[in-house]
């Protein structure tokens, strides 16, 4: 049967319905709306998913929320205004006219983008309008997801401390003033367009601009808090994954629906895109393991991203093996900016891009479109491009031209987003705080949206006892019902309402074996403490494997741990002793009247000689440094290590010859024997300088840190004073023990930089004391007490806060708790400035120097201002600081980078401390 071709099938025709107009071809829209819809779903659930995985757990639903709020923003701002600003009738060179695209007399037209037509110099058409087979209502949606994506990747930035009003401002203010200009000038017609700047789907408008935006209101947004720039993990890193995948399938429609049509450039767009990010991966994770010695995940989505982002400006006019060397250059370039570059420029260090957006999307997509510029291939660009004849540098002619149209472009779009993103964050300032309160800060989704990713609490974020319960001395919290909680929260915690916690099992249990000894007019002997319980509990597993080492590893122990291995049974009875002493003083006033004492006192007081007896046996010290450490800041220690702080034999030589004992000190994770306290514990292993807690480590928990400190260091050592100093302060040992060594013939002293400042009784203001009534009326000072970066007790004050510790109250700050628990004692407060020096900034523009350090003097020379701090000009005058911080970062900033710096300004001779006699 024979067919005749010239007869199209009535499925082909024209006019078969009303809704289908003869210039409507239905591949076309058909393909148009799949790859609108594949880029929504990079989106919405695709960004929203990782967002939301790749964030610490107590911001997983801010950030999935700021997504998926500027995903609706954008699609409203879009159609009432925007897209005719991006795609409409020229404006300006760089600006479309606003209007809106809601009428269907524009929507159901066939689609144009009017401004497009192409000139030769001579006024004759070079190339038409650009005139899509299918309705504009496809164009705007298409273009739509686009501009949404844009500012998600901004989020990205900003994640972890952006006010979320300020959020709802920013979206359509830099939709408005920053995307559609950037997309009118490269796509909607406008001069860079006209100029020949090639952007085949966004490298420049979408990535580019993105990641300078991104980067620009970080910078004035501001960090995220100390712990979660210390310490961000993923809180689901499979849903990374999940997120990760739909972002790169669905760059098949980012890719592939440019040409705006279904043809053989969409189809080499969307091959080229996967082969420029499975290379880009590749090659990132190759990186990791070279360097790291392990591949990372996080990695890996990254190295996906960069090759994604690197392809986008030239998808559809490159070759395959130009799109290999693209995706290598994608994989490493950013990696070096990321690992490398952003750890050496100060600049990189002192904005907080929460997900490296500029690494991944500003630094790739630059580098994409210069090499689009290299690399465009004659043929393909003019199945693309509007000016003709254009090519890459490879293949010669105007290809050198080419690059430079590149830089050119890509260096309007940076300067562009620089100034109008800056504008907007500070006129969005003006009306409300760009950054969320400190108390937002510390806790998280609960405060600022009333709700949580999991019905779990943990991974570091404030404990809210108003809306969490109390917490018991461990910091261990208590179930109660949160006021911002969902509905399974609430069923969980009521569900362990009814539970009794081992404490007070432990407690009674102590109680009655006590009331069994009384009755029964027997001696009694000591008993596990519930502190001591726990300890064996925890580490019953470690003494088994020790045994079973014993035997190979036994030479190896007794060269470095028989100093410490003689005491460790006579800590444990002490530890067991001091324990049930103090509880038994407490029960013994209820019980008194009731129960026959006289030999239940007899016996204590036989028992308080034998805690006397065994006291002797702690080993002797002058001085016993405890270094506030988290398990996060293994770089801090490391840093300390290699300035201030002996280490290996001469760590053990200073502890036998001068008495000075110097430990990182660090309790454990709520779980046992987490992968972080197997960590801690290898690195232990290594440099035997860590003193463990029975403490559960957690954010703003330091005052039960430094109760369980003094306690545990009096237990162990017999010394003349207990030094508690963080990990980001600067120490010089032999300056420290002749300043504390003036004050040994003094019984009880407290010795630091003393202060008392307000009380802080604003929830917005940081640092804030929530019980500031019991310091009297709103606007009274603190009672007198020293900083908490550093300070020193002497025995008797120690020993004070060990047996008391069950009965200490803790405040919300750390040194306040310490000062408090002194009032009303005989304590002479030392005001020692010595030991808050400031530290030497270098060199710094004059407009830029902060103004908080402490400066002494300053030489100008041009436009730079040369100064000395507090620590380096009395180091150079001879009187050397004991310890050196910056006031305004509470520590030194940025202390990994810059302590071997303040080491190398401020540091004693080395020869002080084992020359100095006390």
């Given at each position: 049967?024979?067919?005749?071709?010239?007869?199209?099938?009535?499925?082909?025709?024209?006019?078969?319905?009303?809704?289908?107009?003869?210039?409507?071809?239905?591949?076309?829209?058909?393909?148009?709306?799949?790859?609108?819809?594949?880029?929504?779903?990079?989106?919405?659930?695709?960004?929203?998913?990782?967002?939301?995985?790749?964030?610490?757990?107590?911001?997983?639903?801010?950030?999935?929320?700021?997504?998926?709020?500027?995903?609706?923003?954008?699609?409203?701002?879009?159609?009432?205004?925007?897209?005719?600003?991006?795609?409409?009738?020229?404006?300006?060179?760089?600006?479309?006219?606003?209007?809106?695209?809601?009428?269907?007399?524009?929507?159901?037209?066939?689609?144009?983008?009017?401004?497009?037509?192409?000139?030769?110099?001579?006024?004759?058409?070079?190339?038409?309008?650009?005139?899509?087979?299918?309705?504009?209502?496809?164009?705007?949606?298409?273009?739509?997801?686009?501009?949404?994506?844009?500012?998600?990747?901004?989020?990205?930035?900003?994640?972890?401390?952006?006010?979320?009003?300020?959020?709802?401002?920013?979206?359509?203010?830099?939709?408005?003033?920053?995307?559609?200009?950037?997309?009118?000038?490269?796509?909607?017609?406008?001069?860079?367009?006209?100029?020949?700047?090639?952007?085949?789907?966004?490298?420049?408008?979408?990535?580019?601009?993105?990641?300078?935006?991104?980067?620009?209101?970080?910078?004035?947004?501001?960090?995220?808090?100390?712990?979660?720039?210390?310490?961000?993990?993923?809180?689901?890193?499979?849903?990374?994954?999940?997120?990760?995948?739909?972002?790169?399938?669905?760059?098949?429609?980012?890719?592939?629906?440019?040409?705006?049509?279904?043809?053989?450039?969409?189809?080499?767009?969307?091959?080229?895109?996967?082969?420029?990010?499975?290379?880009?991966?590749?090659?990132?994770?190759?990186?990791?393991?070279?360097?790291?010695?392990?591949?990372?995940?996080?990695?890996?989505?990254?190295?996906?991203?960069?090759?994604?982002?690197?392809?986008?400006?030239?998808?559809?006019?490159?070759?395959?093996?130009?799109?290999?060397?693209?995706?290598?250059?994608?994989?490493?370039?950013?990696?070096?900016?990321?690992?490398?570059?952003?750890?050496?420029?100060?600049?990189?260090?002192?904005?907080?891009?929460?997900?490296?957006?500029?690494?991944?999307?500003?630094?790739?997509?630059?580098?994409?479109?210069?090499?689009?510029?290299?690399?465009?291939?004659?043929?393909?660009?003019?199945?693309?491009?509007?000016?003709?004849?254009?090519?890459?540098?490879?293949?010669?002619?105007?290809?050198?031209?080419?690059?430079?149209?590149?830089?050119?472009?890509?260096?309007?779009?940076?300067?562009?987003?620089?100034?109008?993103?800056?504008?907007?964050?500070?006129?969005?300032?003006?009306?409300?705080?760009?950054?969320?309160?400190?108390?937002?800060?510390?806790?998280?989704?609960?405060?600022?949206?009333?709700?949580?990713?999991?019905?779990?609490?943990?991974?570091?974020?404030?404990?809210?006892?108003?809306?969490?319960?109390?917490?018991?001395?461990?910091?261990?919290?208590?179930?109660?019902?949160?006021?911002?909680?969902?509905?399974?929260?609430?069923?969980?915690?009521?569900?362990?309402?009814?539970?009794?916690?081992?404490?007070?099992?432990?407690?009674?249990?102590?109680?009655?074996?006590?009331?069994?000894?009384?009755?029964?007019?027997?001696?009694?002997?000591?008993?596990?403490?519930?502190?001591?319980?726990?300890?064996?509990?925890?580490?019953?597993?470690?003494?088994?494997?020790?045994?079973?080492?014993?035997?190979?590893?036994?030479?190896?122990?007794?060269?470095?741990?028989?100093?410490?291995?003689?005491?460790?049974?006579?800590?444990?009875?002490?530890?067991?002793?001091?324990?049930?002493?103090?509880?038994?003083?407490?029960?013994?006033?209820?019980?008194?009247?009731?129960?026959?004492?006289?030999?239940?006192?007899?016996?204590?007081?036989?028992?308080?000689?034998?805690?006397?007896?065994?006291?002797?046996?702690?080993?002797?010290?002058?001085?016993?440094?405890?270094?506030?450490?988290?398990?996060?800041?293994?770089?801090?220690?490391?840093?300390?290590?290699?300035?201030?702080?002996?280490?290996?034999?001469?760590?053990?030589?200073?502890?036998?010859?001068?008495?000075?004992?110097?430990?990182?000190?660090?309790?454990?994770?709520?779980?046992?024997?987490?992968?972080?306290?197997?960590?801690?514990?290898?690195?232990?292993?290594?440099?035997?300088?860590?003193?463990?807690?029975?403490?559960?480590?957690?954010?703003?928990?330091?005052?039960?840190?430094?109760?369980?400190?003094?306690?545990?260091?009096?237990?162990?050592?017999?010394?003349?004073?207990?030094?508690?100093?963080?990990?980001?302060?600067?120490?010089?040992?032999?300056?420290?023990?002749?300043?504390?060594?003036?004050?040994?013939?003094?019984?009880?002293?407290?010795?630091?930089?003393?202060?008392?400042?307000?009380?802080?009784?604003?929830?917005?203001?940081?640092?804030?004391?929530?019980?500031?009534?019991?310091?009297?009326?709103?606007?009274?000072?603190?009672?007198?007490?020293?900083?908490?970066?550093?300070?020193?007790?002497?025995?008797?004050?120690?020993?004070?806060?060990?047996?008391?510790?069950?009965?200490?109250?803790?405040?919300?700050?750390?040194?306040?708790?310490?000062?408090?628990?002194?009032?009303?004692?005989?304590?002479?407060?030392?005001?020692?400035?010595?030991?808050?020096?400031?530290?030497?900034?270098?060199?710094?523009?004059?407009?830029?120097?902060?103004?908080?350090?402490?400066?002494?003097?300053?030489?100008?020379?041009?436009?730079?201002?040369?100064?000395?701090?507090?620590?380096?000009?009395?180091?150079?005058?001879?009187?050397?600081?004991?310890?050196?911080?910056?006031?305004?970062?509470?520590?030194?900033?940025?202390?990994?980078?810059?302590?071997?710096?303040?080491h190398s300004k401020c540091a004693e001779d080395p020869a002080t401390l084992w020359n100095a006699l006390f």
């Open positions: 049967m024979s067919v005749n071709a010239s007869v199209v099938p009535s499925a082909y025709q024209a006019y078969t319905s009303a809704a289908v107009p003869d210039w409507l071809n239905k591949g076309d829209n058909a393909w148009q709306m799949t790859s609108a819809t594949l880029v929504g779903l990079q989106s919405v659930p695709g960004l929203v998913i990782l967002y939301g995985s790749i964030v610490k757990k107590k911001w997983a639903v801010n950030s999935a929320f700021m997504a998926l709020y500027a995903f609706a923003a954008v699609v409203l701002c879009w159609v009432i205004w925007a897209y005719k600003m991006s795609f409409g009738e020229q404006l300006l060179p760089f600006w479309g006219k606003a209007g809106p695209a809601l009428g269907q007399k524009f929507l159901i037209n066939q689609a144009a983008l009017p401004a497009t037509v192409h000139y030769h110099r001579d006024g004759t058409v070079e190339t038409a309008m650009a005139t899509p087979y299918y309705p504009m209502a496809s164009m705007v949606w298409f273009q739509c997801v686009f501009a949404a994506i844009t500012l998600i990747l901004i989020a990205g930035s900003l994640l972890g401390r952006m006010n979320i009003k300020a959020w709802m401002m920013f979206v359509p203010l830099w939709l408005t003033f920053s995307y559609t200009v950037g997309a009118f000038s490269l796509w909607g017609g406008g001069f860079l367009f006209h100029w020949g700047v090639i952007d085949y789907s966004g490298g420049y408008v979408i990535h580019l601009s993105s990641g300078i935006a991104g980067l620009t209101a970080a910078y004035w947004v501001g960090p995220r808090t100390k712990v979660d720039r210390e310490r961000f993990p993923p809180n689901n890193v499979l849903l990374t994954l999940a997120g990760a995948g739909l972002l790169w399938m669905g760059w098949a429609g980012f890719n592939g629906g440019d040409p705006y049509s279904a043809n053989i450039d969409s189809s080499m767009a969307v091959l080229n895109t996967n082969i420029c990010a499975a290379t880009s991966l590749l090659v990132w994770t190759w990186l990791d393991v070279i360097f790291f010695n392990k591949p990372s995940v996080i990695g890996a989505v990254q190295g996906m991203i960069t090759g994604l982002v690197c392809i986008t400006p030239g998808a559809g006019l490159v070759q395959g093996w130009a799109a290999i060397i693209m995706g290598i250059l994608s994989g490493s370039v950013p990696w070096f900016t990321m690992m490398i570059v952003h750890k050496k420029w100060w600049l990189l260090q002192t904005i907080d891009d929460t997900l490296g957006v500029f690494h991944t999307h500003a630094v790739a997509g630059y580098l994409g479109g210069i090499l689009t510029g290299l690399f465009a291939e004659p043929v393909l660009c003019s199945l693309f491009l509007p000016v003709t004849n254009s090519r890459g540098g490879v293949y010669g002619g105007v290809g050198g031209v080419q690059i430079l149209k590149q830089i050119v472009g890509g260096g309007f779009i940076i300067g562009w987003n620089i100034v109008a993103t800056s504008i907007i964050c500070l006129l969005i300032g003006l009306v409300v705080p760009l950054r969320m309160t400190e108390e937002m800060l510390l806790i998280g989704d609960d405060a600022v949206h009333g709700e949580e990713a999991y019905a779990l609490w943990g991974d570091g974020e404030k404990y809210d006892s108003t809306k969490h319960g109390g917490t018991t001395d461990d910091q261990t919290p208590k179930y109660q019902v949160s006021s911002g909680a969902t509905q399974s929260r609430i069923e969980m915690k009521t569900k362990n309402r009814g539970k009794v916690s081992l404490k007070w099992i432990v407690i009674l249990c102590i109680f009655s074996f006590v009331l069994g000894m009384l009755y029964s007019n027997r001696m009694w002997v000591a008993f596990e403490s519930e502190d001591q319980i726990t300890y064996t509990r925890r580490h019953a597993g470690d003494f088994v494997n020790l045994a079973d080492d014993c035997e190979t590893n036994k030479k190896q122990i007794q060269d470095n741990e028989d100093v410490l291995g003689e005491f460790s049974k006579a800590h444990e009875a002490i530890d067991s002793l001091d324990s049930s002493i103090a509880k038994l003083r407490l029960e013994l006033p209820s019980n008194k009247k009731s129960l026959k004492i006289g030999n239940f006192e007899k016996n204590l007081t036989n028992s308080i000689a034998m805690y006397t007896d065994r006291t002797n046996m702690r080993k002797k010290a002058f001085m016993v440094i405890g270094i506030n450490t988290a398990f996060s800041s293994r770089r801090r220690r490391d840093s300390i290590r290699e300035t201030w702080m002996p280490r290996g034999k001469s760590l053990l030589q200073l502890e036998q010859e001068k008495g000075i004992v110097v430990r990182f000190m660090i309790g454990h994770s709520a779980t046992s024997k987490s992968i972080l306290d197997r960590a801690i514990d290898s690195e232990d292993g290594q440099h035997k300088d860590f003193l463990r807690l029975e403490h559960v480590e957690g954010y703003h928990e330091l005052s039960a840190k430094t109760k369980s400190f003094f306690s545990t260091a009096v237990k162990r050592w017999d010394a003349d004073f207990y030094v508690k100093v963080d990990d980001d302060v600067h120490v010089n040992l032999g300056t420290l023990a002749a300043t504390l060594a003036g004050h040994r013939s003094k019984p009880r002293v407290y010795i630091g930089c003393m202060k008392s400042g307000p009380v802080l009784y604003q929830k917005n203001v940081k640092y804030h004391e929530p019980e500031y009534w019991k310091f009297g009326e709103a606007g009274n000072k603190y009672f007198r007490h020293a900083s908490g970066q550093i300070y020193a007790l002497s025995k008797e004050l120690a020993n004070y806060i060990a047996i008391n510790k069950p009965i200490l109250h803790k405040y919300a700050n750390e040194d306040v708790s310490l000062g408090a628990w002194f009032i009303g004692l005989e304590v002479e407060h030392v005001d020692e400035r010595s030991m808050c020096c400031g530290t030497p900034p270098g060199m710094a523009f004059m407009f830029l120097f902060p103004a908080s350090l402490p400066i002494v003097s300053c030489k100008s020379i041009k436009h730079f201002k040369i100064c000395e701090a507090e620590c380096e000009w009395k180091a150079r005058a001879g009187d050397i600081c004991v310890a050196s911080f910056d006031w305004s970062c509470s520590g030194i900033c940025k202390s990994v980078e810059r302590i071997k710096h303040v």
